[in-house]
């Protein structure tokens, strides 16, 4: 909370009295007003009464303030008008009718608290105009361009909704742009690194941890993902046509009955994952409490990837082997596909991507043999 001795360093017509926002102005009447503002005494809220002041400033300046645009400006509603859900209500019905998955609607969710709700949260949705959300969102410094992307998410979804309901006449949010990012390439392993992790898996590994070892046979030769591969149960596996259904996903200790695309799939499993599966059947099936395949020594199942992830580390770094994240097993597998020459329509639907999506995250290796050939024509 900002003190009252600091004062002296807020803007010009700004306070901060009991915890709330006030500035203070000479009104179309000559009169002074002071008005309390719906923002909190942070940096954000504070800079956000210093625009709304200086706006009602400059319209009286030109003689073109009048009550119901102070009441405008500053999000008060006349007692005898209907009421006029704030920014906040909205948003939170936004998140509501979400159907991602828990963890992306929790990011969405942070990312309202943190940017949005300090500046907007209790202000009638429909005064929020364009240039108060452009000049807060210029007003953020951000770590990366992805973040900044982000952050428009729930606020675009938040105005999309309001203007589907006719609250709104038009989305202030048009004007915000995203910024060209380019994404990172995939990182894989080289064949001759999978074997040496696996093999220290295999070697490090002894008594009931030895399931993290087929954990990893099943994570470099499925290229599911890790939120995947630990929400699968046995019901999951059709031992007949050897294939497992992707139809789950377990993000943050919650159980989603859909995957991050909420997608349905069948991976095939080839003699690799086939075997991860029948050793893991054969050493832990009977512990399941519910049914899941991995599971600790208590028969409860695994509620994140925290573990297996942290050994990984570790035999990375026995193996002194860069250090690059455990989801790189599944780029592993993809990569492993094409080098092996399997069309790329059947890879992306392995891996849970559209073909379009599959071909621009993994172009380098698609393209790779072919480039080479044709380049190899200018030295003919």
Request: glycine share 6%.
């Amino acid at each position: 909370m900002v003190r009252r001795t600091s004062s002296k360093r807020l803007p010009t017509g700004v306070q901060v009295r009991d915890g709330a926002v006030r500035i203070y102005f000479f009104d179309h009447n000559g009169e002074r007003r002071f008005i309390t503002l719906p923002h909190p005494p942070t940096a954000a809220g504070i800079k956000a009464a210093a625009e709304t002041r200086g706006l009602l400033v400059n319209q009286a300046k030109w003689g073109i303030l009048t009550e119901e645009k102070i009441c405008e400006i500053c999000g008060i509603v006349y007692e005898d008008s209907p009421s006029i859900p704030t920014f906040g209500e909205y948003a939170e019905s936004y998140l509501a009718g979400l159907t991602c998955v828990a963890g992306t609607k929790k990011k969405y969710k942070g990312i309202l608290n943190k940017y949005w709700y300090p500046v907007l949260e209790h202000m009638p949705i429909s005064y929020i105009t364009a240039k108060l959300l452009r000049d807060h969102f210029n007003s953020i410094e951000f770590n990366s361009e992805k973040t900044r992307n982000d952050v428009l998410i729930p606020l675009r979804g938040t105005f999309a909704l309001a203007l589907d309901d006719d609250l709104i006449d038009k989305d202030p949010t048009t004007k915000l742009k995203n910024t060209k990012i380019q994404e990172a390439e995939p990182d894989p392993f080289t064949p001759v690194e999978r074997t040496r992790i696996l093999e220290r898996f295999d070697q490090d590994m002894e008594g009931w941890d030895r399931i993290f070892y087929w954990y990893y046979m099943a994570a470099f030769w499925t290229g599911c993902r890790p939120s995947e591969l630990i929400a699968l149960k046995w019901s999951d596996i059709d031992w007949k046509n050897e294939c497992i259904s992707i139809t789950k996903a377990l993000v943050n200790g919650v159980y989603q009955e859909k995957t991050k695309v909420s997608q349905f799939r069948l991976v095939y499993l080839n003699k690799h994952s086939k075997l991860a599966f029948e050793e893991l059947q054969i050493r832990y099936q009977r512990a399941s409490k519910d049914g899941f395949i991995f599971i600790w020594e208590d028969g409860e199942r695994w509620a994140n990837e925290r573990s297996p992830r942290e050994r990984f580390k570790v035999v990375l770094t026995k193996e002194h082997i860069r250090q690059r994240h455990a989801y790189n097993c599944r780029h592993t597998y993809a990569t492993q596909m094409l080098m092996d020459g399997i069309n790329p329509a059947f890879a992306a639907n392995q891996m849970g991507h559209s073909l379009m999506m599959f071909t621009k995250t993994y172009s380098r290796w698609l393209h790779g043999d072919r480039s080479r050939q044709e380049i190899s024509k200018l030295n003919g």
